[in-house]
C-alpha cells in the first residue's frame, strides 16, 4: 500500500499516544515522548530528513513522494522475529530524567505501527 508522508505522520502519532505513551511509567519521560509526538505533530517536517534517509527510504522504498508500507511491514517484522526485538536507548537527561531508558519494539509493534499509518486502527 502507498501512503504519504503525512499518513506516515499521522500514523507515528496515533501509534505513539495509543501503545507508546500508555505503557511509560515514568512520568518525565512519559512527558517527553509526549513532547516529541506533539512536536512531530504539529510539524511533521521534523520527521522529513529521516524519511528521506538513504536507508530508510530503501525501506520504505519512496516513489514521486509515496512510501511503500508493505515493504516496511515486510522487512521489519521478517528482521525482527530473525533477530528479536529491537531496542533503542534513551540516555538519562539531567534533572528531567535522569536515568537511561529504553524502548523496545517487537514485531507486533511494526503490525500496529503500519495499521495506524494506513487507517485501520
Known amino acids: 500500500m502507498q501512503v504519504t508522508k503525512q499518513q506516515i505522520v499521522n500514523g507515528i502519532v496515533k501509534y505513539s499516544k495509543n501503545e507508546m505513551i500508555p505503557k ?25 530528513k529521516y524519511l528521506d534517509n538513504t536507508m530508510v ?11 511503500d508500507v508493505d515493504m516496511m511491514d515486510e522487512i521489519l517484522e521478517k ?3 530473525e533477530y528479536g526485538d529491537f531496542s533503542i536507548k534513551i540516555p538519562g537527561i539531567k534533572f528531567i530524567s535522569p536515568e537511561e531508558k529504553e524502548l523496545n519494539f517487537a514485531a507486533t509493534d511494526v503490525k500496529r505501527l ?8
Open 24 to 48: 511509560i511509567s515514568d512520568k518525565a519521560f512519559k512527558m517527553i515522548v509526549s513532547a516529541a509526538t506533539t512536536m512531530i505533530e504539529l510539524h511533521p517536517e521534523v520527521i522529513t
Open 57 to 67: 527510504s530503501a525501506i520504505f522504498m519512496e516513489n514521486d513522494g509515496f512510501y
Open 79 to 81: 528482521t525482527l522475529e
Open 114 to 121: 503500519k495499521a495506524y499509518i494506513v487507517g485501520d486502527m
